[in-house]
Structure formats: C-alpha cells, structure tokens
C-alpha cells in the first residue's frame, strides 16, 4: 500500500478511476472541456479563487455530479502529479499539503458562499469545476461545467459580443449544439476542446450583458434534422454563397447545402476582399513541406468550381509535367502555410498568373483543355495525333514544355495571384450573413433556417 502523508488539512482520497475513462457527448447538461491534454499537459496546474472562497476536493462520478471527499479555505492551490502515480495539492508557491489524492485523477470544485464561483487558470477566468489526470508525464486539465455557461464562455470567442442579439442569439444555438453533439475527444475523456479544432472557449472572462441575454434567451434550445442533433457547422463569411457540405468534405449532409447569399454584401466585413501572392519556389516548398509529392511547381490553376462558383478542384504541375490535383477544403488548405505567413482565405476564389486551367490557343481564336487526342502539323506537313504524355512546342519566349493538362514550362510566371472574397470553410452558417440578417430585422430561427435546410430549432 502507498506511504500517505498526513497534515492537519489533509484529506486523502481512495477511490479508483482509470486515467482516461471514455466521454459521452453533454451530461446533465454538463460539459467536460479539455483545457490542456497530449501535448500540452502541464507540469502542474494552479488555481485562484477570483470569487469565492477555497475549494473542495474529491471526484466527478458517471452523471457528472462532483462527490466532495475534503475541503480547503486556502484559495490559491496547485496540483502536481506524484512519483507514485496520484496528485498532491500544495498551497501555491509553497510546499505546505492541503490534500493528496492517491489515484490519477482528482476533482477540484471552488467553493463560495454566495453561490456563485469563479476561478483563475492561466489568466482566464471560469465558472465549474476541475477534473485533473495523471497523463504523458504531466497533468491533463478539463473544466466541467454546466452547458449554458459554456456557452456563455464560447459566444464572444467566436462572434463579436456586441453583434446584434438575433445574431448572437444564433450563435448561441449552433455552439449549444456542437457540443451537445461533440464526441470528439471522447478518448480523452472529455467531450470538446478549448481551441478553434472545436470551439474557442475561455471561461466566461470576455463574455458581455448582450452574449449572456442570447444565451439565456435560448437556453436548451438546439438544432435538429429528422430529430437528430446537426453537425452545426459555421465560418465567418461565405464571399458570396455557401457550399454543400459534401462537396468541401464529402458524404452527403442533407442539411448542410449551399446557397447564394444575398445578406453579406449588406453590412461591413473587414478584410472580406483579399489577395495573396506565391512565387512557384514558395508554392513548392508549401506543398512539399506540406506532404505533397510533386517536383517544383510552374503552374496552378482553378481546376473546377460548383455551380454556386465556390472551388471544389485546384491543380498543380511541377517542371516535369506532372500534376497534383487537391479538391474540397484543400483547395484552400493546400495554400497555408504558418511560416510564410499566407493562406488562401475561402473557397470562393480565382488564381491568375497560371494557364488558367491547362487550355492551349489554336489558331489564335479557340482552345482546347486537353492535348490528348489533339492532332498537330509539323513543319514537313506530316499530321500526327498527341497522346497522353508530355509534349513540347515553340512559343515567343522559346521552347516550352506541354502536358495533357496545360503547359508546364514558363506557363506560371514569376508569380501566381490569388484573389478571393470571404473567409472560412463556407459551410453552414455564415456569422457575418447572420449578422447582416439580425440587422435587416430577421429572427435567430429565420437565420438559422436559412444557412441550414430542413431543421427545426428547439
């Protein structure tokens, strides 16, 4: 049996949970977000009561409720995994005991006696509790709180808080429903994220008056097709029109289709237009570092567009004719790159500087898409078909290299130049159509029912 220590405050805690116990989506309306797991778990963890007065210890059973197994009134804490497995609690910047917890995982519930805490974890502030696991050498940390505060903590991440109340009031509705839905990081044990790979989520330390109406306003409300719960997917603008969701992720998603959207060009968006350059060296090393096999890049172009005219189909060809053709997201995504500091903000854009999509002029007047099957005169007035493969031809800058599907010698130039509309996945709801419908005197139920097709909200 392992040695426990003793101190006068000291509580120790016998009770057994595996490290990483498998998450349902929402609970009791209780949402277990994951603060810092895999990589970013800490060496030790700390906690101020920003409002309240000390903390309970103990542990989160199978429906969520916190069972309490002793108490502190000291009310800045840190915990620190143990050489033998557990977790020790030590008043912060001290080593004085306040609790020890002989399993890897630990419950920490701030206690105040109006009703209502609030603690501090790396400069955020949070309403809940604190479930603490034992993993990778370190602590993974998850805030378990109930859902309507969590979405009250999501709302002013993802959409400005002082946006029109209808607006937020949409807002508040798909974020309760992602999460609702989320099983996500389920392995962990834990049913959301605090970043952008779910929903940005800081505690309640940004929200406003007007965000936290929204919520309340909407409270338990959802998005349902057929009676089931959506993927509530949103981006920021949309450029124009929205997309299917299966032509940007595949699968087919009855609710999630694009339209035209009339409502963003009737307010102000910031940077709604925009316009990226890459030379081919900068293309290729994008695309290499990237994982994408092809040689060095000399021409890009819009492959093919849906009929809403957002790009589904992009096309690279390296210096030896051969090509590269990403589709969906990727369209865009295959462009990012965090060092050179570019990205292609939508799917809703055209490229110049490339071949335009591969076609070649004949005669001056018309062209052709493809080379295969093309026949040719040479200077002798021999007449032969081309075939798939690669080809060459005389231009006024010189000999240049052909391939089926475009040129593929100085066809790109020194650079390609991308210009676009929008910004984000173009999926679902646009927060900035939302916005612009809130303030043309539309409902959260109207927006809602127009980004997403054939559901019902409540």
């Not at 701030?110 to 993993?135: A, L, M, N, V």
């Not at 050498?137 to 400005?160: A, R």
């Not at 303030?439 to 097709?453: A, C, K, Q, R, S």
Request: with cysteine; proline share 3%.
């Amino acid at each position: 049996m392992k040695k426990l220590l003793a101190t006068v405050m000291l509580v120790v805690t016998f009770f057994t949970l595996s490290a990483v116990t498998a998450s349902a989506a929402v609970t009791n309306n209780t949402v277990k977000v994951g603060l810092r797991y895999g990589s970013s778990v800490m060496e030790s963890a700390n906690l101020e009561n920003a409002q309240g007065s000390g903390y309970a210890f103990g542990y989160f059973d199978g429906s969520r409720q916190f069972v309490p197994m002793g108490y502190t009134d000291v009310t800045t804490i840190t915990m620190t995994p143990d050489v033998w497995g557990g977790i020790t609690v030590t008043v912060t910047g001290t080593s004085q005991v306040v609790y020890t917890c002989v399993d890897s995982t630990l419950g920490v519930m701030p206690q105040d006696p109006g009703g209502d805490p609030i603690t501090w974890f790396k400069g955020y502030r949070y309403r809940g509790g604190f479930e603490y696991t034992c993993s990778n050498g370190g602590l993974q940390v998850v805030n378990v709180v109930g859902l309507e505060d969590y979405v009250k903590g999501v709302i002013p991440h993802e959409m400005n808080g002082n946006w029109p109340l209808e607006a937020l009031k949409a807002q508040a509705v798909c974020a309760r429903t992602f999460a609702c839905r989320s099983t996500k990081h389920a392995s962990y044990g834990f049913d959301v994220c605090a970043t952008i790979d779910c929903q940005v989520y800081n505690g309640v330390s940004t929200s406003t008056p007007l965000s936290d109406q929204a919520v309340n306003e909407t409270a338990g409300q959802c998005i349902r097709y057929n009676g089931q719960l959506i993927e509530a997917v949103y981006h920021s603008s949309d450029g124009g029109a929205t997309e299917d969701g299966a032509k940007v992720w595949g699968g087919d998603t009855p609710y999630l289709k694009g339209k035209t959207d009339p409502y963003e060009a009737q307010t102000t968006i910031p940077n709604y237009n925009y316009t990226v350059t890459y030379t081919p060296t900068e293309l290729t090393w994008v695309l290499q570092n990237s994982g994408y096999s092809i040689g060095s890049v000399v021409d890009v172009y819009v492959a093919e567009r849906s009929t809403l005219g957002n790009v589904t189909k992009v096309v690279f060809v390296d210096d030896t004719g051969k090509s590269l053709t990403v589709t969906g997201q990727a369209c865009s995504n295959a462009f990012y790159s965090t060092t050179l500091n570019k990205n292609v903000a939508s799917l809703r854009f055209t490229i110049s500087g490339g071949s335009g999509g591969g076609g070649f002029s004949v005669n001056g007047s018309s062209s052709l898409q493809s080379l295969t099957g093309a026949s040719v005169i040479s200077g002798k007035g021999t007449l032969s078909s081309l075939q798939e493969g690669t080809h060459s031809a005389v231009t006024s800058s010189g000999t240049v290299t052909l391939s089926a599907s475009g040129a593929s010698g100085s066809s790109g130039g020194s650079q390609f130049v991308i210009t676009g509309t929008g910004n984000g996945h173009n999926v679902g709801m646009s927060q900035y159509g939302a916005k612009a419908m809130a303030e043309l005197g539309y409902t959260y139920v109207d927006i809602l029912n127009f980004y997403y097709t054939g559901v019902t909200i409540g």
